[in-house]
């Protein structure tokens, strides 16, 4: 039995609330900024932006602490995302620079792509209504990330601000995973989790696991 929408949200939700109280109980130092990361992914797919921001915020610290450069870009150019969903232009403003300075030093093409459709529109945030010339500018860019999510979240903000992005690519289950809205999943494991005493996230995510195998 496929699960809605709604249903992964929740079942990611629990996932996330799970690790993170794994990581209090044992100080999982090392998978903190990525719980807080994809927490803030999370939010953000619930239109939570402020939640999403305090996420991203904590993963761009510990990632800057323990001087991650990859963490660092991926935290920092979906911090600059929750900010421009919610129009915090002055925030922005002073974070802008600084994300695309660790871009120059490592950032992936998707993710570089990803960085200056932000920056670009950014800087049209004044206008209501695009010239063809700057559409066209951040279409391009916009058709050259080859990431669902990414896209879907870039077409909000454009439609936040009064313009328009293409239909977002389809997303592409990853092959093997438990569940598809994140690959993650797979790797849980299921027996030992159940072990874990006096916990509501253990029994949701036990009936959520048990409802994938009905037909």
């Not at 949200?9 to 044992?26: K, N, P, Y």
Request: net charge negative; proline share 4%; hydrophobic share 40%.
């Amino acid at each position: 039995m496929a699960l809605h929408r709604e249903e992964k949200l929740e079942l990611a939700q629990a996932v996330f609330d799970l690790a993170m109280l794994f990581d209090q109980r044992h100080n999982l130092t090392r998978y903190k900024a990525g719980i807080h990361n994809n927490s803030g992914v999370l939010a953000l797919e619930m239109a939570d932006y402020a939640r999403a921001r305090k996420h991203f915020e904590q993963a761009l610290d510990i990632r800057h602490k323990d001087s991650h450069l990859p963490g660092q870009v991926t935290a920092g150019t979906n911090l600059l995302l929750s900010l421009f969903l919610q129009k915090e232009w002055e925030t922005f403003e002073r974070l802008v620079d600084r994300v695309g300075r660790l871009h120059a030093r490592h950032g992936s093409d998707l993710l570089r792509r990803y960085y200056d459709w932000l920056h670009r529109a950014y800087a049209l945030r004044e206008q209501s209504s695009l010239s063809q010339e700057q559409q066209a500018d951040l279409e391009y860019l916009y058709t050259s990330i080859d990431d669902h999510f990414i896209q879907v979240f870039l077409a909000q903000a454009a439609t936040n601000m009064h313009w328009s992005m293409p239909t977002p690519i389809p997303e592409t289950p990853k092959p093997g995973a438990t569940i598809d809205i994140r690959p993650y999943f797979s790797f849980c494991d299921w027996e030992q989790l159940a072990k874990v005493k006096n916990s509501d996230i253990v029994t949701l995510l036990e009936q959520k696991q048990h409802s994938l195998s009905k037909p």
